[in-house]
């Protein structure tokens, strides 16, 4: 993407901030291999760098029998992201650093259905970033269950907050000043997978959600594959049956209506293990109580998931399957019908992929819309459009700022 920027080398001073705040400590031989560009260029801008306080020189790398490398890093307080997670009842902020470690982090309570949503999003938003000090924001990511056609322009359509073509990201712009790039919540969630999880080593790999909903985040490449509308992914509504039952969408038979957290509540209630009205930590405590008919509402929704995801597996033949979401908090009991019917399912060839479940924090959302401000400087196909190059001269403009200077 051609920049507007002053010049190429602001351009790989940001580059090299995100590079180290991203994949941590590196030398200057390593950056300028992984970023392209010459070696007498990356000691220049790492001079710097130094020079205005936004990276450190650290201890030397191990030698291979030259002279030993110094490993520079991010200084910790260089800037922050603010990542926003929407869902129905309730947002979620983080503020990170530019390596993506969660400094700080609220739950607010929210209405999506209200007339005032985006207003009282925007008030919300304002606050939490007000609370945060005075180091410098990049901007704000944000992540929503829905599908959003443009990151930097950020009009939503979301079946589970029942908005139609709301503009939240100009609203957000407008009001805060700053930033905003907006995407499907799962998206942004592989983009952090991407750059600060087991996907940093791996540039093709899924990943799966499952909880309220299941969702699958698409990295081919290195990149996250959006689609024509950025609904690619969105392997929850894949028909599993003919008929059955009616699923959020308006369809029937969907993988979602079967296996996210409403249909194994409402299986459960069915059985008497739990009341209608009951949280789907109920049917897990049930579980693992040792009622079998629980354990056996999980093996049956993980063995549908298994088989569902062979056939993605099948088509985009990735290197490394990511389960996470709130729904891993049983994949215990997910586990045993999930993994047979993966690879019975899976064509020979591709029965070895591997699959790794993460542990899941409630800010592991907000923290995944943060990336999305933090891949910018990576976003050499431009997807975040204007916003992501506001980004990236927010960030090249702090790095000229002097210490202890206004800002």
Do not use: Y
Not at 38 to 43: D, F, H, K, M, R
Not at 139 to 159: K, L, N
Not at 298 to 306: P, R
Not at 364 to 391: C, I, K, M, N, Y
């Amino acid at each position: 993407m051609a920049l507007t920027s002053p010049s190429r080398t602001d351009v790989n001073r940001s580059a090299i901030l995100a590079h180290l705040g991203a994949q941590g400590p590196a030398s200057r031989a390593d950056l300028a291999r992984m970023l392209g560009v010459s070696p007498a260029l990356v000691t220049q801008l790492s001079k710097d760098l130094l020079a205005d306080g936004l990276i450190q020189e650290l201890d030397h790398s191990p030698s291979q029998g030259g002279r030993p490398a110094r490993m520079l890093g991010v200084t910790a307080d260089t800037a922050r992201a603010i990542g926003v997670k929407v869902v129905a009842d309730h947002v979620a902020f983080v503020e990170v650093g530019i390596d993506g470690g969660v400094i700080r982090s609220a739950t607010e309570p929210f209405d999506a259905l209200s007339t005032l949503a985006t207003t009282n999003l925007v008030d919300l938003a304002r606050t939490f970033i007000e609370g945060g000090g005075d180091r410098p924001v990049l901007g704000i990511g944000v992540g929503i269950p829905g599908t959003v056609d443009d990151q930097g322009i950020g009009v939503i359509d979301s079946t589970q907050l029942g908005w139609n073509q709301v503009p939240l990201g100009a609203a957000l712009r407008r009001s805060l000043g700053l930033p905003v790039v907006v995407d499907n919540n799962v998206n942004a969630l592989s983009m952090a997978e991407r750059l600060f999880g087991q996907g940093r080593s791996c540039p093709d790999f899924l990943v799966v959600t499952i909880g309220t909903g299941v969702g699958a985040g698409i990295i081919s490449g290195g990149s996250v594959l959006r689609g024509r509308s950025g609904g690619a992914g969105d392997i929850g509504h894949i028909p599993v049956t003919d008929g059955g039952p009616l699923c959020q969408c308006g369809n029937h038979g969907c993988l979602e209506a079967f296996v996210g957290e409403s249909a194994l509540i409402a299986r459960a209630a069915e059985l008497g293990i739990v009341a209608p009205d009951a949280p789907i930590a109920a049917v897990t405590r049930a579980a693992v109580e040792g009622d079998e008919r629980a354990r056996k509402i999980f093996a049956e929704a993980g063995h549908l998931l298994g088989r569902t995801l062979a056939g993605v597996v099948n088509v985009l033949d990735p290197e490394l399957v990511v389960v996470l979401g709130e729904g891993v908090a049983a994949w215990k009991f997910w586990a045993p019908g999930f993994e047979s019917a993966l690879r019975a399912s899976l064509v020979p060839g591709k029965r070895g992929v591997e699959v790794a479940v993460e542990t899941w924090q409630d800010d592991r959302w907000a923290q995944g819309a943060a990336a999305l401000v933090l891949a910018t400087p990576f976003d050499s196909d431009g997807v975040a459009g204007e916003q992501g190059r506001l980004v990236r001269e927010r960030l090249v403009a702090n790095s000229r700022i002097p210490e202890g200077a206004s800002r």
